[in-house]
């Protein structure tokens, strides 16, 4: 390792299996580990060998769309692609609104939500 670097991410959200199929599907992605979490929750680890996303959702906890308002404290997460347009194509294929298109140094971007309102920037620097 040359220096510090972000592991991974942990996220709350409703469930863990149907986010990880969702970030499988649009980055190709793979399931690392699944299994109980703190204080009875459950999480997923979906992401590459080398950094993943931990879905994690509490036992018993129901979400209301409050839970996950933008800023509360995650803006967004950034996800770098080496094709933006095949992204984008399998973004719409799940169902899902890409919007704030924008290009200025050093890449192109867009953004979209996950079902839990959860925003994600996809970014390609190619």
């Known amino acids: ?25 649009l980055f190709g992605w793979h399931v690392r580990w699944q299994g109980p979490a703190r204080d009875g929750g459950r999480t997923v680890h979906v992401g590459s060998d080398d950094h993943y996303i931990a879905l994690y959702t509490g036992r018993g906890e129901t979400y209301d769309a409050d839970a996950f308002a933008k800023g509360r404290p995650l803006n967004h997460v950034g996800v770098e692609v080496d094709d933006l347009a095949a992204t984008e194509a399998k973004v719409v294929a799940a169902g899902l609104r890409p919007f704030g298109h924008d290009s200025y140094d050093p890449g192109r971007r867009f953004y979209f939500l996950d079902p839990d309102g959860i925003e994600y920037e996809v970014v390609s620097y190619a």
């Open 1 to 25: 390792m040359t220096g510090p670097r972000i592991e991974h991410v942990n996220v709350t959200v409703r469930d863990p299996d149907r986010t990880a199929r969702l970030m499988a599907a």
